[in-house]
C-alpha cells in the first residue's frame, strides 16, 4: 500500500495530572513548563516539525484554561487546531480518543500531552503506514528507561506485531513512548469495548487490534522520550532535552567546553520571554567590548590583551545560546540565521583590526596593523562570496556551504591537506587559542596575526579551487 505523509495528529490533553501538579495552585498538566514551553505547546510544535498542520486537541480537565492560554500564541499561527471537549475525562483514555473521531478522517499521529519526544519519531513514522491497524513506537533500549515501573510494556511477536500491552506486563521486549501511527480501526475497536464495559483505555484498543494482527511496533532507534507524570520526570525530561541541544557537528572543544558553559545560560533564561536574536546580541555585545579593550592595551597595561582575549572567548561561548533556545523553544527564523553569522563574522573581524592595532602601538612596527588589515581585506572579500551563495540557497549560516569536493577520487592533495586542517578554521577552535595565545602576550600574539592571515589565505584558495572545479564539472555536462 502507498504510503502518503500524515499532516494530522490527536493530542490528549484532558487529564487531571495529580501527581505533578499536587498543589492545587499550579496550571493543569498541558501548561507545566518543561524546558521553557507549556508541555501542550512543545507537543504541537514537535509535531509541527514533522510536518503536522492540523491538530485535535483533546481537553476536559480545566480545559477551558488549557485552550485560553494557546490561543492566539503566534507560535501556532499557521496550524488549524480543533479542540475536543471530553466532559468524560475521568474516564480512562480511550474516550477521550474516541472524542476526537468526529474530527479526523483518514490515518493520523496519536500522542499524549504530557510526552516529551524527539521530533524524529515523527519522521520515523512517516515512513510506517498503519493500513487498517496502527502503528506504535516503541523503545527496545530498556536499561535508558528512567521509570519502568510506570511505563506501558510491550511484548512483541513475528513481523513486529504486538502480542499484549499495558503496565503490568513481567514478560516484554518494549516500553510504549507513547506516540501512534494510527487507521480509524482504532475507533472501532475503542467504541466496540466501550460499549461492553462503560470504560475504555486506548491499551484496550490496542490489545483489540493486536488480537486481529493488525497492531505492529516500530523500534525508535537512539530517539528519545519521556513521559512526565511528577517533578522527578520533568526533571529528567529536561536532562534529555538539553543532551539534544549538543549538535553532531561539535567538535571536542565545542562539545566539552562552550556548551558546558552555554547550556548552563540557556537554562537560566529558558523560563524567561528570551528570543535567540537576544542571545545573539548580548554575544555581538561582548564580542566588541573584546575588541575595545584590546585597541585599549598600551605597554603600560598589557593585562588589556588577557582580557580581550577572555572577552572574545566569552562571545564564542556564547554563541551557542541562540542556536539552543531556537531548539529548545522552536524559534529558528531565516532572519535570526543571518543575523548570526553576520555578527559572527563582525567579531571575528573586529578583534582582527583590535589585535594588529595594539600591537602596533607597543611595538611601533606598521607590519602587525598591515598584517590585521591584510586579514580582514581577505576576510570581507570571501564574506561577499560566501554571502552571495547563502542567498542564493536561500540560507543564512556558513554550516550549509560544502567546502569538499563530493568525488573523493577526485581530491587533489592540497584539498585533503586543507580538509585535514579544517577544525582550525571553527570559531570554537580559534577563540580558545586565541585567548591562550592573548593570555601568553604580545610575541604570541604576533604568531597569531601570522597563522590568522594563513588560514584566510587557505579559507579563500580552498573556496577558490572548489568554485573553479564546480564551473569545470557544469560545462562538460553542457558539452556532453
Known sequence: ????????????????????????????????????????????????????????????????????????????????????DNPRYALANGVSVLTARPHIEGEFF?????????????????????????????????????????????????????????????????VDTGVFRCSSHLFDALEVTLAERGDVSLSD?????????????????????????????????????????????????????????????????MNYDVVPNHMTTVGLIVGLLAAFITALTTTQNLWL??????????????????????????????????????????????????????????????VWLHLSVATVAISLVLCFFLYRRLMSMGRGTHLALEWTAKEADDVSLVQRIIAKLEFVAHRDFYALFLMVLAFIGAPALKMALIMSLVVMITTAAQWAIMNVREATTRRAARHA
Open 205 to 269: 484498543g490496542v490489545q483489540a487490534l493486536a488480537a486481529r494482527g493488525v497492531a505492529r511496533v516500530w523500534d525508535i532507534g537512539a530517539a528519545w522520550w519521556q513521559d512526565v507524570d511528577e517533578e522527578a520526570t520533568k526533571k529528567h525530561a529536561e536532562k534529555l532535552l538539553f543532551k539534544s541541544l549538543t549538535k553532531p557537528i561539535d567538535g571536542p572543544i565545542s562539545r566539552n567546553v562552550n556548551r558546558r558553559f552555554s547550556k548552563v545560560v540557556t537554562r537560566l533564561v
Open 1 to 84: 500500500m502507498m504510503n502518503t505523509r500524515i499532516e494530522q495528529a490527536v493530542i490528549l490533553a484532558a487529564g487531571f495530572g495529580s501527581r505533578i501538579r499536587g498543589q492545587a495552585e499550579l496550571p493543569p498538566k498541558p501548561l507545566i513548563s518543561v524546558g521553557g514551553l507549556p508541555l501542550l505547546k512543545r507537543a504541537i510544535l514537535t509535531a509541527k516539525k514533522a510536518g503536522v498542520r492540523r491538530f485535535v486537541v483533546v481537553l476536559g480537565f480545566q480545559g477551558e484554561r488549557v485552550r485560553d492560554a494557546l490561543r492566539g500564541d503566534a507560535d501556532l499561527d499557521g496550524l488549524e487546531i480543533i479542540w475536543a
Open 305 to 366: 590583551f588577557a582580557v580581550g582575549g577572555f572577552l572574545y572567548q566569552l562571545s564564542s561561548m556564547l554563541d551557542g545560546c541562540d542556536g539552543e533556545i531556537a531548539r529548545l523553544k522552536f524559534k529558528h527564523s531565516d532572519w535570526g540565521e543571518w543575523y548570526d553569522t553576520v555578527s559572527d563574522d563582525i567579531i571575528n573581524l573586529s578583534y582582527q583590526l583590535s589585535v594588529g592595532y595594539a600591537l602596533f602601538r607597543i611595538s611601533g612596527e606598521r
Open 110 to 174: 496519536l500522542t499524549m500531552a504530557d510526552h516529551v519526544v524527539d521530533a524524529a519519531i515523527y519522521e520515523g513514522l512517516q515512513a510506517q503506514p498503519a493500513n487498517e491497524g496502527l502503528i506504535l513506537a516503541v523503545d527496545r533500549k530498556l536499561e535508558t528507561i528512567f521509570d519502568m515501573d510506570d511505563a506501558t510494556k510491550v511484548k512483541t511477536g513475528r513481523g513486529e506485531r504486538i502480542d499484549q500491552i499495558g503496565k503490568q506486563l513481567t514478560d516484554f521486549d518494549a
